[in-house]
């Protein structure tokens, strides 16, 4: 209708079929380049649904369209089910190998991500992304459209039918590593006047409404993960949370309501104060309980959530410098750090290029 009004002449004029074999040249055009192919070296995989790929000599993070892998190391959700056997399964497929990549309805995430569907090279010519379903190590992610959704969820099911990964045991598997130490559950208990009391490491709040049971188990879980003891001890208090039992209540200590001073005659500033610091050089104490090798350097981290607690950074020209094994001499051992607080995307780092800036206490 547009171009029989735009153009004189009728639907059959030379002017008319120009400009169709044009829209249509350029359609096509479009349509070729947004589902066009890229060719990679994969460098690294991060996680179960996240890679590193070489691509026209840089490196780019690209991620698995329409999966969901175990988390390895997200600073608010912890180590999950799987995870490393997730990490490790999608390296065994693609590590080192040159892989093709198509992308969907979206070029990139909000965390600049490639989106992509990743497929090794012929004459293998496997979809990653569907492989990482159908070895159950990876959820189908259907939370935005993406072309494959049909197919993807139906290689879910046929995972969980065949008790695979994820899904072992008919999910007994995932149950009793949760069991067995790798999370704290969550109590909950019907009260007086059709409330709940709602208990948690260490600490209950009474008066909860049923419509607000799913809220308030939430609010738990993410805060004791991406915060420290005190500080979850301290927003859980605020928000109504008593001890269960009072002579195992961790008090606030009074130095951090006055503020921690800085770093003299070898006084330890708390590892979770030391954002209070930037630019100065302070001694922290605490216990390395994550650690992460890339390419450039080697993280160290005093707790899993590292977007909000100190990370020691240690660079990779001086690596040679440390213990021959680092991640094996500094991971679960309590040490004490020397060093300037430096902020870096709003994280705060503290740099090390020197070993006797880092001792292990006995």
């Known amino acids: 209708m547009f171009l029989r009004r735009a153009i004189p002449g009728g639907p059959r004029s030379g002017r008319e079929r120009l400009l169709l074999a044009v829209f249509f040249l350029l359609l096509s055009f479009i349509r070729t380049a947004a589902f066009a192919s890229e060719t990679g070296v994969v460098l690294e995989v991060v996680d179960g649904d996240t890679l590193r790929v070489r691509l026209d000599g840089k490196a780019a993070t690209v991620r698995l369209i329409g999966i969901d892998a175990p988390e390895r190391s997200h600073p608010t959700l912890g180590k999950q089910f799987v995870a490393d056997e997730a990490a490790a399964h999608l390296s065994s497929l693609c590590l080192g190998k040159t892989v093709r990549m198509e992308g969907d309805a979206e070029d990139a995430d909000k965390y600049d991500r ?20 159908l070895a159950g190590m990876a959820r189908a992610y259907t939370r935005f459209p993406f072309s494959r959704r049909e197919a993807f969820l139906a290689a879910e099911s046929l995972a969980r039918r065949e008790g695979r990964g994820l899904w072992r ?42 419509a607000g049971l799913t809220r308030e188990i939430e609010w738990l879980l993410r805060r004791r993960a991406e915060l420290s003891d005190a500080e979850f001890a301290r927003k859980a208090g605020d928000r109504g949370y008593r001890p269960v039992d009072p002579a195992k209540d961790l008090p606030a200590p009074a130095a951090r309501a006055a503020g921690i001073p800085a770093a003299r005659d070898g ?44 990370t020691i950074v240690i660079f990779a020209a001086d690596l040679p410098r440390f213990p021959e094994d680092p991640e094996k001499a500094y991971k679960g051992k309590k040490v004490r750090v020397r060093g300037e607080v430096t902020l870096y995307k709003d994280r705060p780092e503290m740099n090390l290029r020197n070993p006797s800036d880092m001792t292990v206490v006995p």
Do not use: Q
Request: charged share 20%; glycine share 12%; no cysteine.
């Open 267 to 310: 006084i330890a500033v708390p590892w979770e104060e030391a954002h209070r610091h930037v630019g100065e050089e302070i001694v922290v104490e605490g216990t390395i309980v994550r650690s992460h090798r890339a390419a450039k350097a080697l993280y160290l981290n005093f707790h899993p959530n590292w977007k909000r607690y100190l």
């Open 114 to 133: 490639l989106l992509r569907y990743v497929f090794l090279s012929p004459p293998d010519g496997r979809l990653l992304n569907l492989e990482m379903l």
């Open 169 to 210: 045991e008919g999910g007994r598997g995932e149950a009793r590593w949760l069991a067995s130490g790798n999370a704290s559950p969550v109590m909950v208990y019907p009260s007086g006047g059709r409330s709940y009391v709602v208990a948690y490491g260490g600490v209950f709040r009474s008066g909860v409404e049923r």
